[in-house]
């Protein structure tokens, strides 16, 4: 339950590693894709404290707004458009270490430094993407990337 999720202390490997018991139970049993995906935006928020964690999901030819924690979003991206569009594109995690230098990214946030964002694929398909911005430069590294691949890969679809 909800009311059971606790903040872990230590290194990132540390945190990511007690937190994804917990996520798997808020998952286990639950069919509905919002309360899931809703679910583990909150408990990334409230581990690491990030300035936006989100969804976004396919519909047609663009990227709509899920579920989300944080400030006020952008509601839709075409296909290959900013980092949420590109990892769409190109069906692979990207780690962005400073937004303003990535081509064409979209400023939903003129607080957000640095973004990973980690696509949801099922049977060969990006069915949506994990946005995760930081408010610091560099936030995001390889073990970000392993960890948050493994959490979107139990989201049940």
């Known amino acids: 339950m909800a009311e059971d999720l606790q903040i872990i202390q230590g290194t990132r490997a540390e945190q990511y590693e007690a937190l994804i018991p917990q996520i798997k139970g808020l998952l286990e049993g639950e069919p509905d894709l919002v309360a899931n995906l809703a679910n583990v935006a909150a408990a990334l928020k409230e581990q690491f404290g990030w300035l936006w964690i989100g969804f976004y999901l396919v519909k047609g030819d663009e990227l709509v707004l ?19 569009g590109a990892s769409w594109a190109e069906a692979r995690t990207l780690v962005v270490p400073d937004v303003e230098k ?45 960890f948050l691949e493994q959490i979107v890969a139990l989201i049940p679809f």
């Open 66 to 84: 899920g579920p989300f924690q944080g400030p006020v979003a952008c509601t839709r991206i075409r296909k290959g458009r900013g980092v949420c």
């Open 102 to 146: 990535f081509p064409g990214h979209i400023a939903c946030s003129s607080l957000s430094r640095s973004e990973i964002v980690v696509p949801l694929i099922r049977n060969g398909a990006v069915l949506g993407v994990l946005d995760v911005d930081s408010a610091e430069l560099a936030t995001f590294d390889e073990t970000d990337r392993e």
